[in-house]
Nanobody, 121 residues
Framework: QVQLVESGGGLVQAGGSLRLSCAAS????????MGWFRQAPGKEREFVAT????????AYGDSVRGRFTISRDNAKNTVYLQMNSLKPEDTAVYYC??????????????WGQGTQVTVSS
């Protein structure tokens, strides 16, 4: 398993930006696809973005495409989520995950503890 620790969450005004980071340790980080998911209170976990193990392929959820960018630095064992033009509906706990390049949460077998992102209107 890969151990994952997210950071970078916080409170931001609508239209602002945040960058989330996810530091990995344990099983070889560079061999895993990485994903970001989010979960708002009372809602199901939602796919945000995924990146292949070499960073050559990315995919995004419909609600964030064009505003969020996923990237990774295998030398630093870290994956990032740059979030721009944030909206109040982006408010959620954001989770980093390691596994297969996919949009389904069950394709990921390691998860971080989550970081809260709150966007005020």
């Amino acid at each position: 398993q890969v151990q994952l620790v997210e950071s970078g969450g916080g409170l931001v005004q609508a239209g602002g930006s945040l960058r989330l980071s996810c530091a990995a340790s344990g099983r070889t980080f560079s061999s895993n696809a990485m994903g970001w998911f989010r979960q708002a209170p009372g809602k199901e976990r939602e796919f945000v973005a995924t990146i292949s193990w070499r960073g050559l392929r990315t995919a995004y959820g419909d609600s964030v495409r064009g505003r969020f960018t996923i990237s990774r630095d295998n030398a630093k064992n870290t994956v990032y989520l740059q979030m721009n033009s944030l909206k109040p509906e982006d408010t959620a706990v954001y989770y980093c995950a390691a596994g297969r390049w996919a949009s389904m949460a069950n394709e990921y077998d390691s998860w971080g503890q989550g970081t809260q992102v709150t966007v005020s209107s």
